[in-house]
């Protein structure tokens, strides 16, 4: 298990150390488009998920949102600071 920072800090060396074997590193090379379009379709699934399906699966699907927002932050040069001075 790990927290919203930590994943946000792995994801940030591995982005960082250009990890050529990294899907993640991948996607943030595709840019902000390609990862938006991975936030919308995994914000839909989470919804669904919690409107439809167990509280297990809707966690699921909203630790796939989480990951795939941070992409997006990453991608667009948002820091993890910029978002908690926004909450």
């Known amino acids: ?3 919203f920072d930590e994943l ?3 994801l940030l060396t591995r982005v960082a150390e250009n990890a050529a074997d990294s899907q993640s590193v991948a996607m943030v090379k595709s840019g902000v488009h390609a990862i938006g379009k991975k936030v ?3 914000a839909a699934e989470a919804w669904m998920a919690a409107e439809h399906e167990s ?3 809707a966690a699921e699907e909203i630790s796939q949102l989480l990951y795939w927002t941070q ?11 910029d978002v908690y001075r926004k909450l």
């Open 71 to 81: 992409l997006l932050m990453i991608a667009a040069d948002v820091s993890i600071e």
């Open 1 to 3: 298990m790990k927290s």
């Open 40 to 42: 919308v379709e995994e």
């Open 55 to 57: 509280p297990e699966r």
């Open 8 to 10: 946000h800090a792995e």
